[in-house]
T-cell receptor, first 115, second 113 residues
Framework: DVKVTQSSRYLVKRTGEKVFLECVQD?????MFWYRQDPGLGLRLIYF???????EKGDIPEGYSVSREKKERFSLILESASTNQTSMYLC??????????????FGPGTRLTVT | GDSVTQMEGPVTLSEEAFLTINCTYT??????LFWYVQYPGEGLQLLLK?????DKGSNKGFEATYRKETTSFHLEKGSVQVSDSAVYFC????????????FGSGTKLNVKP
């Protein structure tokens, strides 16, 4: 079974803090994704990565950055947390289509509260 | 651009009722279509998928058919159970675009005993 793990299920941070959210997958997937989930808005893509050290902006990258130094790990960084970044953050991974996989596999999510 | 629209919830049904959750999409080319389910406090799990027109995805009694002529992928189940209470997301992906996904806003299903 594919396993995607996230470093924390719940996190509370103060405004202005630098926040790191970590995601690890154990299936040697090339593609990894970070989403935020908000009521009524569904999932919105923040950033994704298709290889080590490679990253692309998603639909809402402002206020976020990412790091992918190793294939299995994809980190989301909030440089200076703000209250409007309070949300559920979901990490996902998938193999490239040429390897036959189409679906994305999700971690359990991190609920971040910024006060 | 590519997008997915699904019916707003919440949808409240009695146990053993018939379920339909509507999903339509806008996309160029030939997207793959998915339904994901999210139980309380958990991440998303793949429920079913269809990768080309007229394909039917099915799993755990749920079904959806990829209808290119109506750009739809409606989710159906003949007899829902209390344990089906969850949020359901329709999504599309373009495999030649890094397998990026586009999700609908989600539909919450409440099933009462």
């Amino acid at each position: 079974d594919v396993k995607v793990t996230q470093s924390s299920r719940y996190l509370v941070k103060r405004t202005g803090e630098k926040v790191f959210l970590e995601c690890v997958q154990d299936m040697d997937h090339e593609n990894m994704f970070w989403y935020r989930q908000d009521p009524g808005l569904g999932l919105r893509l923040i950033y994704f990565s298709y290889d080590v050290k490679m990253k692309e902006k998603g639909d809402i990258p402002e206020g976020y950055s990412v790091s992918r130094e190793k294939k299995e790990r994809f980190s989301l960084i909030l440089e200076s947390a703000s209250t409007n970044q309070t949300s559920m953050y979901l990490c996902a991974s998938s193999p490239p289509p040429l390897r036959g996989g189409y679906e994305q596999y999700f971690g359990p999510g991190t609920r971040l509260t910024v006060t | 651009g590519d997008s997915v629209t699904q019916m707003e919830g919440p949808v409240t049904l009695s146990e053993e009722a018939f379920l339909t959750i509507n999903c339509t999409y806008t996309a160029t080319g030939y997207p793959s279509l998915f339904w994901y389910v999210q139980y309380p406090g958990e991440g998303l799990q793949l429920l079913l998928k269809a990768t080309k027109a007229d394909d039917k995805g099915s799993n755990k009694g749920f079904e959806a058919t990829y209808r290119k002529e109506t750009t739809s992928f409606h989710l159906e189940k003949g007899s829902v159970q209390v344990s089906d209470s969850a949020v359901y997301f329709c999504a599309l992906s373009k495999i030649y675009n890094f397998n990026k996904f586009y999700f609908g806003s989600g539909t919450k299903l409440n099933v009462k005993p």
